[in-house]
């Protein structure tokens, strides 16, 4: 989605390289900690804050992300996993429409490359209507993909564990390599349907096989 993801990428710059450790922390937001996390606005701002173990996120019409720059290899550091919870999906998201492009909570990872027409972006999302498993591509950039790891309100309420293989991810759904993983990101916004959710976020990590 152009609309979220462009000013993202356009961001998010190339840093040292990572630790031969076979975890990496990337949030500890169940210690209340954001260091190298940083606010990216968009239209209206969601407010963020710690409660619940974790770091709350509470959209009412509007859209601003944390982000955090990186630069890993993740053929090295293949698996990320988070855990988040939600009160309720958004009743008018529609991922074909550029209206509609909104969830309840978002994970990006991000994967900048030399040119910016070539960057790339995966959102795994927590959605309303997506099938669990499913990916879509953004109605704004065939470059950022959509991951329904969540899909709908059975689990609403609960905190849930999630892991992916980050990098077979990228190899399927854009057919190469990925480079450098350039950052992540957390996000959720209701600035297109114009609804009112909350969500919240524990810690993410990547590790090695």
Same mark, same amino acid.
């Given at each position: %989605? ?13 840093? $040292?390289?990572?630790? @031969?450790? $076979? ?5 500890? *937001?169940?210690?209340? =900690?954001?260091?190298?996390? /940083? ?5 209206g701002k969601t407010e963020y804050s710690f409660s619940d173990g ?6 009412? !019409?509007?859209? /601003?992300? !944390?982000?955090?720059?990186? /630069?890993? =290899?993740?053929?090295?550091?293949? !698996? ?6 939600? +009160? ?5 998201? =529609?991922? $074909?429409?550029?209206?509609? +492009? ?13 040119? *910016?027409?070539? %960057? ?12 669990? @498993? ?11 993909? /959509? ?13 849930? *564990? ?8 990228? !190899?399927?759904?854009? @057919? ?6 350039? @950052?992540? $990101?957390? %996000?959720? =916004?209701? +600035? ?14 990547l590790r090695s096989e």
């Amino acid at each position: %989605m152009l609309k979220h993801t462009l000013p993202l990428l356009l961001l998010l710059a190339f840093t $040292a390289g990572s630790s @031969g450790a $076979a975890e990496i922390p990337l949030a500890r *937001f169940t210690q209340s =900690d954001l260091s190298g996390w /940083s606010d990216k606005a968009f239209k209206g701002k969601t407010e963020y804050s710690f409660s619940d173990g974790g770091l709350k996120a509470h959209s009412a !019409k509007g859209a /601003s992300g !944390k982000i955090k720059k990186i /630069s890993i =290899d993740t053929r090295n550091y293949p !698996k990320l996993s988070w855990s988040w919870r939600i +009160d309720h999906t958004l009743r008018h998201e =529609d991922i $074909a429409r550029k209206s509609g +492009d909104d969830f309840a909570a978002r994970v990006y990872v991000i994967f900048p490359r030399t040119f *910016f027409w070539r %960057m790339r972006a995966i959102n795994y999302v927590w959605s309303s209507k997506l099938p669990k @498993g499913s990916h879509v591509p953004s109605p704004h950039t065939a470059n950022a993909v /959509s991951v329904a790891v969540e899909s709908g309100d059975a689990k609403a309420g609960n905190w849930v *564990f999630e892991e992916r293989n980050v990098y077979e991810d990228y !190899k399927r759904i854009f @057919g190469e390599d990925p480079p450098l993983l350039g @950052g992540i $990101a957390v %996000m959720t =916004d209701t +600035d297109d349907t114009r609804e009112e959710t909350t969500a919240w976020y524990g810690d993410i990590t990547l590790r090695s096989e």
